[in-house]
């Protein structure tokens, strides 16, 4: 990722994806990279935002009126749009940041495409899944029906809970994975018991339980 700068973050819940990428910066000495929200709400991320200098905006935003999304992105430029907020975006602002244009999926796709949340996770443990992961993939004019950049999969042999927070770790990583593929960043090949396809562009040993707790404000 060493040739993207801008990374926005569209936001509607608490920010965990956001805050990852905040501490990962200096974790991975990748302090070149600037952060930016959008966020189409109140929301934990806005606060998370107001405490630590992430410059942010609070829009209004509908498919039939996306005049201020679009403003805000031309102001930005951003080189990466993450879309963690719970809303679909309007075909015609996808096709202008079409293959800059991401988005991070509790399942692994195409299983469970237009859940939110956790329910993908929640669906798999009702049907008996033995594997579940993460998915990032592009953003197109469907429902998480873009090219899949990046995915992680691991069993369902714990609980709901502790997949639950397995889930949000190793997506953050498959997150950060998809983006270095997009940018041509070149995969590192790092020893986990957990499965990435494609292997991970950095050491997650890198990433210790301390740094977790930070992220999720523990």
């Known amino acids: 990722m060493d040739k993207v700068k801008k990374i926005t973050f569209l936001v509607s819940g608490g920010g965990g994806n956001l805050k990852f990428f905040y501490y990962m910066r200096e974790c991975l000495g990748r302090k070149n990279i600037s952060l930016y929200v959008i966020a189409d709400r109140d929301c934990g991320a806005l606060e998370f935002c107001k405490i630590n200098g992430v410059e ?3 829009i209004n935003y509908t498919q039939k009126r996306p005049e201020e999304l679009r403003e805000e992105l031309n102001r930005i430029n ?3 749009v993450v879309t963690n907020w719970h809303k679909i975006i ?5 096709n202008l940041y ?5 988005n991070l999926h509790y399942s692994l796709l ?3 495409g237009g859940l939110i949340g956790i329910e993908p996770i929640e669906k798999a443990y009702s049907q008996g899944c033995k594997y579940i992961g993460p998915t ?3 953003i197109d004019e469907g429902v998480d029906s873009g090219l899949i950049l990046s995915q992680a999969i691991f069993t369902t ?9 397995m889930m949000f770790r190793k997506g953050c990583l498959t997150l950060l994975n998809g983006i270095d593929l997009l940018v041509g960043k070149k995969s590192f090949d790092s020893f986990t018991d957990i499965r990435f396809s494609p292997q991970l562009s950095f050491d997650e040993k890198l990433f210790d339980e301390s740094f977790w707790e ?4 523990k």
């Open 214 to 217: 930070r992220v999720s404000g």
């Open 110 to 112: 195409p299983a469970f």
């Open 157 to 165: 042999n714990r609980s709901l809970e502790d997949s639950i927070e």
């Open 136 to 138: 990032c993939h592009l």
């Open 78 to 80: 951003p080189d990466i």
């Open 90 to 94: 309007d075909p015609e602002t996808v």
């Open 98 to 102: 079409k293959g800059r244009m991401v």
């Open 56 to 58: 942010y905006r609070k």
